[in-house]
C-alpha cells in the first residue's frame, strides 16, 4: 500500500493545536495589518499634489494643481487637457467639477 494511516497520539495533540493556533494567528495578524486607514484632508491634499494619476484601466490621467485646478487627460499623461476643471477638500473628501466630464460623485 503507499499510503499509511497514522493517529495522533494524546501527546500529539498540544504541538497541533499550538501550530494551527499559531498559522490562525498569523492570518489574523496579516489580515489586519493590510487593511487601509482613511485619511484626513490634509492628507488627500498633500497626496494629489504629488503628480498624474492615473484612472482606472489607463484611460485617463488627472493632474491636481495646488491653485485648486483639475486637467484631465485621456490615454496620453502628456496630452493636451480633455477637460478642465475646479477641486476642493471637504472634510476628508476630495471634490471636483470639471466642464463636461461632470462631477464627483454623490459626496460632495
Not at 497520539?9 to 498569523?26: E, H, N
Not at 480633455?82 to 463636461?100: F, N, Q, R
Request: hydrophobic share 45%; charged share 20%; with cysteine.
Amino acid at each position: 500500500m503507499w499510503f499509511q494511516r497514522t493517529h495522533l497520539s494524546d501527546q500529539d495533540w498540544p504541538r497541533v493545536l499550538t501550530v494551527g493556533a499559531l498559522a490562525l494567528m498569523l492570518m489574523l495578524l496579516a489580515s489586519f495589518s493590510a487593511k487601509a486607514q482613511a485619511l484626513d484632508g490634509n492628507a488627500v491634499n498633500q497626496l494629489a499634489l504629488k503628480g498624474s494619476w492615473a484612472a482606472e484601466d489607463d484611460f485617463g490621467f488627472w493632474n491636481w494643481d495646488e491653485d485648486g485646478t483639475v486637467c484631465l487627460r485621456f490615454l496620453d499623461p502628456n496630452s493636451d487637457c480633455a477637460d478642465k476643471g475646479t477641486w476642493t477638500i471637504d472634510g476628508d473628501v476630495m471634490c471636483y467639477e470639471l466642464g463636461w466630464w461632470g462631477e464627483s460623485y454623490e459626496l460632495c
